[in-house]
């Protein structure tokens, strides 16, 4: 009997061939896309971590592997989002040379380009609803998110106060006055948007800032005319 030479496994059948298995550090991400979808459609309390391994098409014992519990999920979409787009930010910021106007703008556009045209802007709705319920979700919020953000805005109002662009101002009143229209548009976004408003949320979003920089500027400045958002952040 004539003995043939096995074929080398790259040229073999493919019913011979091991499964494709996927790659493990892909999971994560995955399971975090399925828990924000959740968090937003159900809100926190209502989403079980059952849900989340179904819509990422895994088990619940691999949801454990990497986050022991709700919270701990919660918490890796907020940093896989927010954090990580606010830590884009502040490298903006810091590269920016451009003037305080205009690093404004830049982060009121990059904030909704990043965040608040996004699914991630449902978390600011969760948020509102349910803080008082999970005290320890709201608290890894304020923290990570809004006290990063206001940093930002910190620095930006404190630069265009220091060169004498805008005038001196409280700068944590100022603060509130700037991201309290930004969280309503994206809450409604997830509630009041289906009024059908005919209002753009560019058109929200330049409005707010022109009337901003007004304020900012005051009598001793000249009103600043709007420019189209800048590619990159820089100047």
């Known amino acids: 009997m004539k003995l043939h030479a096995a074929r080398p496994l790259s040229e073999a059948s493919p019913d011979c061939r091991p499964p494709r298995r996927r ?13 924000l979808a959740l968090f937003v459609e159900k809100g926190f309390a209502a989403t079980r971590l059952d849900d989340v391994a179904a819509r990422a098409g895994v088990s619940k014992g691999t949801l454990y592997l990497y986050f ?20 884009a930010a502040a490298q ?24 608040g045209q996004t699914p991630m802007a449902g978390v600011t709705k969760l948020i509102a609803c349910e803080s008082s319920n999970f005290p320890e979700v709201a608290q890894y919020y304020h923290e990570r998110v809004l006290t990063r953000g206001r940093a930002l805005l910190r620095t930006t109002l404190q630069r265009g106060v220091a060169s004498g662009e805008f005038r001196p101002v409280d700068i944590e009143t100022a603060i509130d006055v700037i991201m309290a229209p930004l969280l309503m548009l994206a809450i409604s976004r997830f509630s009041l948007g289906f009024c059908n408003r005919k209002t753009t949320p560019e058109t929200y979003l330049r409005t707010h800032f022109e009337l901003l920089v007004k304020g900012l500027r005051g009598s001793s400045g000249e009103f600043v005319e709007f420019v189209e958002p800048l590619t990159g952040g820089k100047r």
């Open 92 to 115: 903006r910021l810091s590269d920016f040379h451009g003037s305080a106007a205009e690093l404004l703008q830049q982060l009121l556009f990059g904030w909704w380009e990043q965040i």
């Open 23 to 35: 790659r493990k550090e892909a999971r994560p991400s995955e399971l975090t896309a399925a828990a």
């Open 68 to 87: 022991e519990s709700k919270e701990a999920l919660f918490k890796a979409v907020i940093e896989e989002g927010m954090v990580a787009a606010l830590a």
